[in-house]
């Protein structure tokens, strides 16, 4: 197996992990409680889902 030469410097190490990060997720507001929720999910926190009662939770039953 081949072994480098030369070390790596710093910068190119440096551009090499510019792009290992974490993005953060999308989010758009749910059209009956106008909370951020993450696309194509269950709103966490009035439960519905495309205008439906999807799951039942303590702030929609009160």
């Given at each position: 197996?081949?072994?480098?030469?030369?070390?790596?410097?710093?910068r190119r190490t440096a551009?090499?992990?510019?792009?290992?990060?974490l993005s953060a997720?999308?989010?758009?507001?749910?059209?009956s409680c106008h909370?951020?929720?993450?696309?194509?999910r269950v709103c966490p926190k009035c439960g519905q889902y495309q205008g439906?009662?999807?799951i039942d939770t303590k702030e929609a039953v009160s």
């Open positions: 197996m081949p072994n480098p030469k030369r070390r790596h410097s710093k551009l090499r992990r510019s792009h290992d990060f997720p999308a989010l758009s507001e749910c059209p909370e951020k929720r993450q696309p194509h439906r009662q999807v």
